[in-house]
């Protein structure tokens, strides 16, 4: 791949949130931490944050596996005990905790 076009790839790559899951994370972060035009800037720099940490997808995994782990029941404990489920989440965690040290 050209410097060119791994240039013009970069952009995106780091881009790769859709809008309505960057406002429904800030939403949910305003909920929060205080609805108020500061907390609104550091949301949106903590998800900004996260983005330019892993990508959409691993985003995506990891949302799913904390929303499996809060169901009860024997066939959900695999999202609750498996390795691959807990490493996805830590590092979404680690992304999180670097976000909130730059945003907050």
Known sequence: MGSSTFAQGLPE????YPTAARADYVFGCMAANGQSSDTLRRCSC????IA????YDKY???ETVLSLQL???ERMSIFRTAANAREIVANLRRA???ADILCF
């Open 46 to 49: 903590s998800i900004d944050t």
């Open 13 to 16: 790559a780091l881009n790769d």
């Open 52 to 55: 330019s940490i892993i990508p």
């Open 60 to 62: 995506v995994e990891a």
């Open 96 to 98: 999180q905790a670097e």
């Open 71 to 73: 169901v009860g029941g």
